[in-house]
């Protein structure tokens, strides 16, 4: 890790956004609820269900099926978004289920949904981490039976340098050398990793050494969300 190296906003290469906080039973009508803020990105997840699958044709008798729905508001960045759906939002959606499959117990719904609502109020890069911490704790509080929960962070490389959790200016707008490399990954709390994207170039040695960066940080993630279902209030 090269000492000279100084990012834009004066952080250390391991050094995550903050504040980083995060609220459970934000939205009072879904069945659970929980927001995650990183930094200026701001993630909610609502979740509805377990309830009986529509269309029928896709029901599995086998086990429940996990719909992550992921929505980055109009106003969220300072480009307005055209609404609904697109490209991105839909693999987001589908990267999200993946991140959280592994640790939702979904033999226990044949023919039923858990539908997951993930809404970015604000967005500054790291947002489909943030959703999925925010839906690991919505899941949970909505009290569908998990092996663990999950937490989600972005670790990567400025030019040579690898780095932790970058915001919109380093992961958009760095051009310098080798630019930037994005890769967002999920942990459970014994340090599994459930979901990883790699997008841009990084040696083996380099992706080492962002994994256990982003699974370190994950670690306090954890402890984050843990507080924040504790403090649930009925
Ligand atoms: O947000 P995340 O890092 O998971 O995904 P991304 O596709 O790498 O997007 C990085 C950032 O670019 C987002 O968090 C937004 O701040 C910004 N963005 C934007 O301004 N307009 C879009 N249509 C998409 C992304």
Not at 9 to 22: H, V
Not at 80 to 100: D, F, M, Q, V
Not at 159 to 165: C, N
Request: net charge positive; proline share 6%; charged share 25%.
């Amino acid at each position: 890790m090269s000492k000279e190296f100084k990012r834009q906003d004066g952080r250390k290469p391991n050094e995550m956004r903050r504040p980083i906080s995060a609220k459970v039973g934000v939205v009072p009508n879904a069945d659970g609820s929980a927001m995650y803020c990183s930094g200026k990105t701001i993630a909610i997840a609502a979740v509805y269900g377990p309830k009986k699958m529509h269309p029928q044709h896709s029901q599995n008798p086998e086990k429940g099926t996990l719909r992550c729905t992921y929505n980055m508001l109009s106003f969220s960045v300072a480009d307005r978004i055209r609404p609904g759906p697109n490209r991105r939002s839909t693999e987001i959606s589908k990267i999200t289920e993946w991140a959280l499959e592994p640790v939702v117990m979904l033999d226990k719904y044949p023919n039923r949904v858990v539908d997951v609502y993930i809404h970015m109020i604000q967005a500054d890069a790291g947002t489909r981490c943030a959703g999925i911490n925010a839906a690991a704790m919505a899941l949970a509080h909505a009290g569908i039976p998990m092996k663990n929960i999950v937490s989600s962070i972005a670790a990567g490389k400025l030019d040579k340098t690898v780095v932790l959790d970058l915001d919109k200016y380093e992961d958009s707008e760095f051009k310098e050398g080798e630019g930037s490399t994005d890769i967002p990954m999920t942990f459970t709390p014994d340090g599994k990793l459930t979901h990883i994207q790699v997008d841009g170039h990084i040696s083996k040695e380099q992706l080492k050494e962002a994994m256990n960066m982003a699974r370190e940080a994950c670690k306090e993630i954890y402890e984050v969300q843990k507080q924040a279902l504790k403090e649930i209030k009925e």
